[in-house]
């Protein structure tokens, strides 16, 4: 059985998490499968949008417990094979947004502890009906720290605050109310709206999507007036771009534009 399914249509890539019977817990095999994946997308410019899922009844069940209580055999504790987990982990994380390609989750059932983390990663995402959110490692006396970080650059503080002390789930509409999804529909329609959200995005330039992206994460760490100078010369790369030139021009002439990319 292969633990991460990758499969391709048209502009479109989706990879779907395919260890249901556990829960598609982020474990060793499943963080390198991740990793090679979207480091091969990443370099594949006829992929413009991937979408990220899960078999099976849940989305994500977060770290595998299983796998993290044989590493306390080590002779220290287990204290190295943690932090490379962790580490590896974060690359994962960190991939998703330097990658050019918009990264959408869709999402079932449940994502916790490091599949909320990873729903709050991805670019966007798409919830069902009747999912539920939450970073529960503190019912097991393990602070959710590393979710904590894209969860707390997701939603308001406060509310992320409570949910990692509480250790209390979130429904699809309250997620979304919070901003860690960005819409909510019936479970029988989740594929298919998420597959619209991402051909609508994939018919856009790729070229602007990409500089846009790799913008609008370096600027929020900014001032606002460094982050307005820096998206100033953003701006300009952009529309120096031959096909940007096309767009505006298609576009005033009323026309479709014919772009190089």
């Known amino acids: 059985m292969t633990i991460l399914e990758v499969e391709y249509d048209a502009a ?9 019977e556990r829960l598609n817990a982020l474990s060793d095999e499943m963080l390198a499968a991740l990793q090679a994946a979207l480091d091969t997308i990443a370099d594949t ?3 413009r ?10 989305f994500c069940a977060g770290h595998d417990l299983k796998q993290m209580t044989a ?6 504790g287990g204290a190295a094979k943690f932090r490379d987990l962790f580490e590896r982990c974060s690359a994962v994380m960190a991939r998703i947004q330097s990658m050019p390609q918009p990264v959408i989750a869709q999402v079932h059932g449940i994502a916790t502890a490091a599949g909320c983390q990873l729903v ?12 539920r959110f939450g970073v529960n490692g ?16 997701n939603i308001p503080r406060k509310q992320a605050f409570e949910m990692l002390t509480t250790g209390d789930f979130i429904d699809a509409g309250r ?11 019936s479970e029988n329609d989740l594929s298919v709206e998420t597959q619209a959200l991402a051909d609508k995005i994939a018919g856009k330039l790729a070229v602007a999507v990409k500089i846009g992206k790799e913008a609008f994460y370096a600027q929020l760490s900014m001032p606002t007036d460094q982050a307005y100078a820096y ?9 120096l771009h031959r096909d940007t030139k096309e767009g505006i021009s298609a576009f005033l002439e009323k026309r479709d534009p014919e772009w190089e990319q």
Do not use: Y
Request: net charge negative; proline share 4%; glycine share 8%.
């Open 12 to 20: 479109v890539a989706r990879l779907t998490m395919n260890a249901p």
């Open 45 to 47: 410019p006829s992929v």
């Open 49 to 58: 949008v991937v979408i990220l899922s899960g078999r099976g009844k849940a």
């Open 71 to 76: 590493m306390r055999q080590a002779e220290d």
């Open 120 to 131: 709050a990663t991805c670019d966007l995402a798409v919830a069902a009906e009747g999912t």
């Open 138 to 153: 503190v019912n097991i006396g393990l602070f959710c720290s590393t979710p904590m970080v894209a969860l707390s650059r």
């Open 175 to 185: 997620a979304c109310e919070l901003g860690l999804v960005n819409r909510v529909v």
């Open 231 to 239: 998206t100033g010369d953003v701006m300009v790369e952009n529309m």
